[in-house]
């Protein structure tokens, strides 16, 4: 047996401690806004229902791999690991950072803040897995789905998938499709006589 599912931590977001076992490769799916303290919302393929929020330094890396508009992030990969030696204040509570991104053509090296008035040197590589080896749990991106319009969205990306079109894969986004109207129909106001 593995135990590994128990220590996961309960959230809407992957926290450093899921990644206390290792890092972990992640695609995105979308990226949306977040609050005024995490403005990102990075949602995974591999995660469904928790988003990742990278922190300002972390931004600054994807921005300078990738560019800022986040349309362009849309199934790009990412390596995010536990750096147990991040401080929050006076505090080492450590924290997720970036190791590898996809779709860069070398790694590179930039400063990032470390405390105030002081810059480190932070190291990415390039992740090399192509994205087409990705297998999506398409049943599981439907159950995180909340609404139609974002079942419409996933509905097209997994008609433009290769291979992924299957009588099971349609029949269950119908059910998942008609599951959200029932969700939505208001309730009736009483009795018309």
């Known amino acids: 047996m593995d135990m590994t599912a128990s220590i996961a931590p309960r959230s809407d977001q ?10 972990v490769t992640v695609t995105i799916r979308e990226v949306t806004e977040g609050a005024a303290e995490q403005p990102f919302d990075f949602h995974l393929i591999e995660y469904p229902g928790r988003a990742y929020r990278p922190s300002k330094s972390m931004r600054r890396v994807i921005i300078k791999a990738w560019g800022g508009k986040t349309e362009a992030y849309h199934g ?3 390596t995010i690991f536990n750096n147990p030696e991040i401080m929050f204040g006076r505090d080492k509570t450590g924290g ?28 990415v590589n390039v992740l090399a897995t192509p994205v087409q080896d990705v297998v999506r749990d398409w049943n599981a991106e439907m159950d995180a789905v909340t609404d139609t319009a974002a079942l419409s969205v996933l509905y097209a990306e ?8 299957t009588d099971e894969i349609q029949a269950a986004f119908g ?6 109207k029932v969700t939505a129909a208001p309730e009736p106001e009483g009795d018309a006589a």
């Open 158 to 165: 997994m008609r433009a998938t290769p291979g992924a079109y």
């Open 96 to 123: 997720i950072e970036i190791s590898h991104l996809s779709d860069i053509p070398k790694a590179f090296t930039m400063p990032l803040t470390k405390t105030r008035g002081r810059k480190n040197n932070f190291t």
């Open 76 to 78: 790009k990969r990412l």
């Open 14 to 23: 992957i926290n450093a401690d899921d990644l206390l076992t290792g890092p």
């Open 175 to 180: 059910v998942r499709g008609a599951a959200l």
